[in-house]
């Protein structure tokens, strides 16, 4: 993966991340300490969500990984995922929009696919790491999905001046034009090819983004993008996209830029 100065280039994006991000290139120097570990992040009062975070030297941006219920910052996949990024100068936070008493409840109450109670949580949890000492100087990223792929454009909506850049993996995007249109991150969606029950809604959130944006399917792979060599495709799109926007110029100076890469 090249470090992103100007406009990525396309050419080779499925071959993998190769972590050629070197420490310290990060922009404004920024040098904070490696501390890494365990978290928790107010979001309300009396609730706090529990993550790991991870910050390279030299950090480019910060990414947040969101996957909604059921989901667990400890979870081998995500956590892959997070040091696929992070070998890319990226840091990242790995967090659980859910208590541990709402996942042991989310049978009996509307909690599975709230994705308006998972937007306003991930909204905060972008507040705060631009507040918190490791990542005050570094620009928010959003990587949803499943149910976290719809709360990051949701959340992108509600309060677009907390981020930066935003990528959707998978998950359904069942949401009106009207929130869609309201988000004024770059985003970028990827999709598996072999996932037709999310193609068709893919394209019509595509459609509906005013913001920046691309689209990129990925052939032969299914949701969860664990065919061969999918999520090392899936990464490099989303490091190379992060990468870009968490490094350039804040996105209210950038000129508008539309692309579909299908």
Known sequence: MKRQGSRRSDEGAGKGVRGLVAPGEGP?????PVQNGEVRVPVDEGVELRGILHVPQGAAGVVVLARGHGSSRRGARDLTVARLLQAEGLATLAVDLLTA???????????RFNVGLFAGRLASVARWLRRAPRTS?????????YTGAGAALAAAALRPE?????????????????????????????????????LEPHRRAFAALKAEKRMEIIPGATHRFEEPGAQAQMV???????????????WETQPESHALGV
Do not use: K
């Not at 404004?28 to 904070?32: K, R």
């Open 28 to 32: 404004a120097a920024y040098a904070a």
């Open 137 to 145: 100087g570094l620009r928010v990223g959003y990587l949803g999905s």
């Open 101 to 111: 008493a709402e996942e042991e409840a989310w049978r009996e109450r509307d909690l």
């Open 162 to 198: 907390s981020v930066d850049a935003v990528v959707c993996r998978g998950g359904r995007l069942a949401m009106s034009s009207t929130v869609l249109s309201r988000v004024r991150a770059p985003t970028l969606l990827i999709v598996g090819g072999d996932d037709t029950a999310a």
């Open 236 to 250: 490099e799109f989303a490091g190379l996209w992060f990468l870009q926007h968490l490094s350039a110029p804040r």
